[in-house]
């Protein structure tokens, strides 16, 4: 069975599961490359070669993706990206705090009930325009 592994550079290269782990230097760039899988002495490995995809413009998904398709378990590539990139609550946390930010210009933004006042007005002269028509009794003056 083969697996295929990118170097940052964009290189593609194709190896057995046999050098899961291993390393080795890119032909075209010269920059070390990492066959992901493989055993679990090998996770220190695996977490640099998914920073180093990361920082190549890899997203988490697509990263987590690639190591379940290199023998990891969903669980394990989870826990593997969370190490390398930091977990999503930490991601969430500093997200969090930026659309707090966000939202709290947005309300001193908005021009407060105006949009309020104009429906008010729209049903005012639907009520005098059904009257109207209708004949009815309560005209709004
Ligand atoms: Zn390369």
Known sequence: MTISVQCACG???NTSTAN???????????NEVVV????????AATIAWVQEQRDAGHTRGALRQQ????????DEAHELVDTA???PDQIAARRGASRRARSGAMETDSGGDGAGWLIW???LLLINLLSWIFDWPFWVY
Do not use: M, W
């Open 11 to 13: 290189k593609n290269y």
């Open 20 to 30: 899961a782990g291993k390393r080795f230097a890119c032909k075209a760039c010269g």
């Open 36 to 43: 992901p899988g493989g055993a679990q002495d090998d996770v």
């Open 67 to 74: 190591l379940v398709t290199h023998g990891y378990s969903e």
């Open 85 to 87: 990139l930091g977990t």
């Open 121 to 123: 007005i729209g049903i």
